[in-house]
């Protein structure tokens, strides 16, 4: 898989009309401080969110020596599927810098093909042995759906697409009393986590879910 990957990326990159430098590498040698593990890299992740909520974030690897090193190749530690939510930036959140995070961004967050090629893209060519899928509270996303699903009625264009994507776990919710909302987002957060983790394109990685605090900027994580 990942040798066929590679091809159809090479082919398409053969096929764009810009001149590609020929010793562009698919991913620099990782660096000294580079987290080797998924543990490793929760671990990172988890400090810098730590520093995020305590406001001392200390916005590392934002510099002009970043930004020359990371131009011609990039070696991120994880993967994070978020939500397109304008408060729930990932590189903010976790306090982390140019090159770190590979991120794929849907309302939800919301799984298509596009989004799950994306992420393995993270995986099998750029080697990140990390996926965080990424939920929120008070998800405008979710919160839609469940209104929705409260009112039996339906939204127009491609919103339909999203809503198809989260309305699973909106029901799966539904029963289980409390916050309807609050339950959908996690329910939402577990269903994606559940599919990439029995996903062969995703085997060589772990997969956790996260839960973002709105009010404290806090991230709890949870296993599948
Ligand atoms: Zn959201």
Redesign the pocket.
């Known amino acids: 898989m990942r040798s066929r990957t590679r091809r159809s990326f090479l082919a398409l990159t053969a096929a764009a009309s810009a001149p590609v430098p020929a010793a562009l590498p698919a991913h620099a040698a990782p660096a000294a401080d580079h987290p080797s593990s998924a543990a490793r890299a929760l671990a990172r992740l988890r400090a810098g969110n730590r520093r995020y909520a305590a406001l001392r974030a200390r916005h590392p690897r934002q510099d002009e020596e970043r930004r020359r090193t990371v131009a011609l190749s990039q070696r991120p530690f994880a993967v994070v599927l978020g ?3 304008s408060r ?1 930036p990932p590189e903010l959140v976790f306090d982390v810098g140019l090159g770190d995070l590979l991120c794929v961004r849907t ?3 919301s799984l298509d093909e596009a989004a799950l090629g994306s992420l393995q893209f993270g995986v099998e060519e750029l080697g990140v042995r990390l996926v965080v899928v990424l ?2 509270e008070r ?4 919160s839609a759906t469940v209104e929705l699903a409260r009112t039996g009625t339906t939204v127009p264009g491609h919103l339909a697409r999203v809503v198809d994507e989260i309305a699973p776990a909106v029901c799966s919710a539904r029963a289980a009393g409390g916050d309807w909302v609050e339950n959908a987002v996690r329910a939402h957060v577990a269903r994606v986590g559940r599919t990439l983790a029995g996903d062969p394109a995703f085997s060589q990685a772990a997969v956790v879910g996260a839960r973002f605090d709105l009010d404290t900027g806090r991230i709890s994580f949870s296993p599948f």
């Open positions: 939500c397109i939510d729930v309302a939800g967050p939920g929120h998800c405008g996303a979710i």
